[in-house]
């Protein structure tokens, strides 16, 4: 194709069309245009759709939209106490979720990054909720966590504790939902950790041995500023997956009791797919695009000064 | 005993009741799924003392389960390999072509990688009505190809696609192959463990997806498995909990196995994806 192209440029004496540069342009949006195309389907085409959804009173039952400017911004920034609420669960959860995880899943690191009889063993069942589905995962624990008759309040009960209805006490719920999550995702977090660990030169804590330093001095003045660039993108990327909770959340509480539960993923859904109250599930959804845009940016500028 | 031999019984002990809350979730849902609703209320025992395999009958009864299990395996299987074929072509481009945009591209594309699905949802919902796709499987198979899922794998590919050594590409390209044979001739088989780990994730992703079948999926014999789950309710909306739980079983168990056998290629492909994604 390029030969016989060249061939005939080449008879009207021009500089060939097809050059180098062009045919490898040609090719770059061949080779990415399934992707580009699902993109701008997909992802761009609908993000831009909510700014404009955003603007209007439209319920989806009622069928009519009307322009309404920022109304349902300031519905939920102004008005509507039920955001704040929403959003004040969803910072309970990434701050109860992200120390709780990344502690344990550091912990965890440490004590599986070294081989010995047995570490593969529990690397696996550390890691194996990770692989489960969340509803499956929450549907075990709802069960377990019951008021009356829960495998965890029989046996509490055993050891002469009467356990609290876990799941119908907002408090309690948050706390539980909070743990349970925690129990099924910190594996990710351990393996990210045992990686980075791995990757450190065994030289470091030996000299440092020899030099007379304890394991925790070792721990704390070499292993932890030398990870810090791990435990950055690991919090940011906890920190964004506890924003998109709602699987886990649907199953186990579905928001409640009396909201206390409902996090910012669940509450687009109930309003735009349960109250069908489009316009300002959309403003909600901004809201969230906002949210995770910043965390993403801020991870992204992380990884490049890490691969500088 | 020494001090170190101390010091290693009490990380050991640690960890074993670290695992606890990790380990019996699995083992109760296994034991309740072998029991009649009375057991389970009873006293607290791991061991059913009366095994009720009808519980594994009943769920195939009580909602086309079989067929809901065939619909999340061929769906799954129908994304992975779209998703294959889609990112490790974007994601050769990105590598390997230098061409006006691309840089561009790229950041378009950041913004998508760890969007929720909830942010795009609503749009989608409206345009895969338009098209007269709701209840059907198809918004269950192209919202995750082209969505945040296909952008992880299309940057994974493309990292992997940097780190190869240029030399052979280059030679088969004096060779005359074409750019498309390149890719599907020298780069892809050199490209195993990339492609494996997005198979892996990918394949896990749409067993597990939920929004989208909750959101799209009416009739019953097109359920996919999380949403069939969470399905097992009687006419009060409250679960049945043997039923529930033997269908968990189920569902969980195999994944365990393959788990169990292909443990580290497993683990690897979330390190990688979440490094590099």
């Known amino acids: 194709m390029t030969s016989s192209l060249s061939h005939r440029s080449g008879a009207q004496a021009r500089a060939p069309w097809l050059t180098l540069q062009r045919r490898d342009a040609i090719e770059g949006w061949l080779f990415v245009s399934p992707t580009l195309l699902g993109f701008l389907i997909f992802f761009l085409g609908p993000l831009i759709a909510i700014f404009i959804y955003a603007m209007s009173d439209w319920n989806f039952l009622s069928g009519e939209a009307t322009f309404v400017g920022l109304t349902n911004f300031e519905d939920a920034l102004l008005e509507n106490p039920d955001f704040w609420h929403v959003l004040r669960n969803s910072a309970v959860f990434a701050l109860g979720l992200v120390p709780l995880n990344v502690a344990l899943a550091l912990f965890l690191a440490v004590a599986l990054s070294r081989p ?28 377990m966590l019951q008021g009356e008759g829960g495998p965890i309040n029989q046996m509490l009960a055993l050891i002469g504790i009467t356990g609290p209805n876990w799941l119908r006490e ?9 743990v349970t999550r925690v129990i099924k995702m910190v594996g990710l977090n351990m393996i990210l950790y045992i990686a980075a660990l791995q990757a450190i030169p065994r030289d470091y804590d030996e000299a440092a041995g020899l030099e007379g330093a304890s394991r925790w001095q070792i721990f704390r003045l070499i292993t932890w500023p030398l990870l810090g660039p791990t435990t950055l993108v690991i919090v940011v990327l906890t920190t964004i997956g506890s ?5 886990h959340i649907y199953q186990m509480t579905g928001g409640g009791p ?41 991870q992204v500028s992380l990884r490049r000064k890490d691969d500088a | 005993m020494t001090r170190a031999s101390w010091n290693r019984l009490a990380w050991t002990l640690a960890l074993l009741l670290l695992a606890v809350p990790f380990v019996f979730p699995f083992l109760w849902m296994v034991s309740a799924g072998f029991k009649s609703v009375t057991e389970i209320f009873g006293a607290p025992n791991l061991i059913p003392r009366v095994w009720r395999y009808e519980n594994f009958v009943e769920v195939f009864t009580y909602q086309p389960f079989a067929r809901q299990y065939f619909n999340s395996l061929y769906i799954a299987g129908v994304v992975t390999i779209l998703t294959l074929l889609i990112s490790s072509l974007a994601g050769y481009a990105l590598a390997r072509i230098r061409f006006v945009g691309a840089g561009l591209l790229m950041l378009l594309l950041v913004t998508a990688l760890m969007m929720p699905d909830e942010v795009t949802i609503i749009p ?23 969505g945040a899922q296909g952008v992880v794998a299309t940057f994974l590919m493309r990292q992997y696609f940097l780190s190869l050594p240029k030399e052979l590409e280059e030679a088969a390209k004096m060779d005359g192959l074409s750019r498309f044979g390149i890719w599907w001739k020298i780069a892809i088989p050199m490209s195993r463990p990339a492609l494996a780990a997005v198979a892996i994730i990918t394949f896990l992703n749409s067993w597990n997806l939920f929004l989208e079948p909750l959101i799209f999926l009416s009739s019953l014999e097109k359920f996919t498995l999380p949403l069939a789950l969470s399905n097992f309710n009687d006419s009060y909306g409250l679960p049945l909990w043997n039923l ?15 788990y169990l056998i292909a443990q580290r290629q497993i683990v690897e492909s979330f390190a990688l994806s979440g490094v590099k994604g």
């Open chain 1, 116 to 143: 010995f009889r047995g570490v593969i063993i529990f690397r696996t069942i550390f890691f194996a909720p990770v692989i489960t589905s969340a509803i499956a995962w929450a549907i075990v624990w709802k069960f």
């Open chain 1, 170 to 178: 907002p408090n309690w719920a948050m706390a539980a939902v909070i």
């Open chain 1, 243 to 247: 924003f998109k909770v709602f699987d």
């Open chain 1, 258 to 298: 009396e909201n206390g539960t409902l996090v910012l993923a669940f509450y687009i859904y109930q309003q735009g797919f349960q109250f069908f109250d489009i316009g300002y599930a959309s403003a909600l959804a901004i809201i969230m695009f906002v949210i995770v845009t910043i965390l993403t940016l801020i």
């Open chain 2, 124 to 146: 989608n919902f409206f345009l895969i009505r338009w098209l007269g796709l709701v209840d059907t499987h198809w918004p269950l198979i192209l919202l995750p190809v082209f």
């Open chain 2, 244 to 258: 529930q739980l033997a269908a968990t079983t189920l569902t969980v168990i195999p994944v365990l196995i393959i």
